[in-house]
């Protein structure tokens, strides 16, 4: 009997006289992405209208800024070709770098700004009962929904040198008295103060609802095993609310720098209310002096494509966190 089964357990290598080869392994196939090409002829009718709508557009603004285009232009006169005359102008220009960095500096303020009050907001909206949540989700749809210009001229008013609210509270009941017929707008830095406000007034409400969203998508089963193990509140959201809501933050406050550095209604609105331009111009009322006012449509342009290249290699940033947050 073990004779046998040493035999068998020797097994031949040849039957027949014929050699066992193991098989060759069967060959992978090749995975077919759902849909086949049914996703992208769905994406045809978008692209072509985001072609016509913005790539004719931004090619023609390409064209100008290679060519001298003034008034006479506009009125049918032949354009010239200058080639990098136009950006070497402005590049060279301190009033461009100038608004510049006016403009990142005013973003960051109220990107930083911004995401503090609408995460803060966005905390409060948990632990508020369902009336006083409805009650504040209310509020913020009306700030939210208010168009740009009314909220500025109504913040205008707020601020207003002789009737204004603030400037009587400060005087009538605070005793301040060096605000009386104060000009929040003449001098650069309140400027600046007042069209922070009307900006991140209009812009808490999406970080808000947004924040909240992803709020009510946090476990509470973790929350509630590390208040059982002794971590406080600010602990709690460091370690596992931030990190649950880490692409939330990232896609917001993209966002939020794309829309703060291409802001324009605000600040020109209160440039018209009081505000000295040369002293208060961002990118986006810039480039209106420049063009529009000015004339020069080719300088206008070449700055608005250094401005297009800026804000692209923002998007490219945010596509690229995008896509490593999908890859996690």
């Given amino acids: 009997m073990s004779s046998n089964i040493v035999a068998m357990d020797a097994a031949p290598t040849a039957i027949d006289g014929e050699r066992m ?38 090619i023609q603004l390409i064209i100008m800024s290679f060519q001298k285009f003034g008034r006479a232009q506009v009125f049918g006169a032949p354009p010239e070709f200058v080639w990098f005359d136009n950006y070497i102008k402005i590049l060279t220009d301190p009033a461009f770098w100038q608004v510049v960095a006016r403009s990142l500096a005013f973003a960051a303020v109220c990107v930083v700004f911004t995401m503090v009050l609408g995460t803060l907001i966005a905390l409060m ?10 009650l504040l989700t209310v509020g913020l749809l009306l700030a939210w929904a208010m168009p740009a210009l009314t909220a500025t001229i109504v913040w205008g008013w707020i601020f ?12 009538n009941v605070f005793g301040m008295t060096d605000f009386t017929q104060h000009s929040w707008l003449i001098n650069p ?17 999406f970080v808000a609802f947004t924040v909240y969203a992803g709020l009510t998508q946090v476990p509470d089963e973790v929350l509630e095993a590390s208040q059982l193990d002794g971590a406080s509140y600010v602990q709690r959201f460091r370690f596992i609310v931030v990190p649950y809501l880490r692409s939330i933050f990232v896609v917001v406050i993209i966002l939020q720098v794309i829309w703060d550095l291409r802001v324009f209604t605000q600040i020109y609105a209160l440039q ?43 998007s490219i940033y945010y596509v690229r966190q995008t896509i490593k947050e999908e890859d996690l």
Avoid: C, H
């Avoid at 080869?21 to 045809?44: E, I, N």
């Avoid at 830095?189 to 409400?205: K, Q, Y």
């Fill in 21 to 58: 080869t193991a098989p060759a392994p069967a060959a992978k196939p090749r995975r077919r992405r759902p849909g086949g090409f049914t996703p992208y002829a769905l994406l045809v009718p978008s692209l072509v209208i985001l072609a016509a709508i913005v790539g004719w557009p931004l």
């Fill in 125 to 134: 909206m948990m632990r508020l009962n369902k009336f006083f949540r409805l």
């Fill in 160 to 171: 207003d040198t002789d009737y204004g609210v603030i400037n009587n509270v400060l005087v």
């Fill in 189 to 205: 830095l309140s400027f600046f103060l007042v069209a922070a406000v009307i900006i991140i007034w209009g812009a808490v409400p």
């Fill in 272 to 314: 018209g209310i009081g505000g000295i331009k040369e002293q208060t111009n961002v990118l986006g009322t810039y480039i209106y002096s420049v063009s529009i006012a000015g004339g020069e449509y080719g300088t206008g342009g070449a700055i608005a494509v250094i401005v297009v290249i800026l804000l692209m290699a923002i």
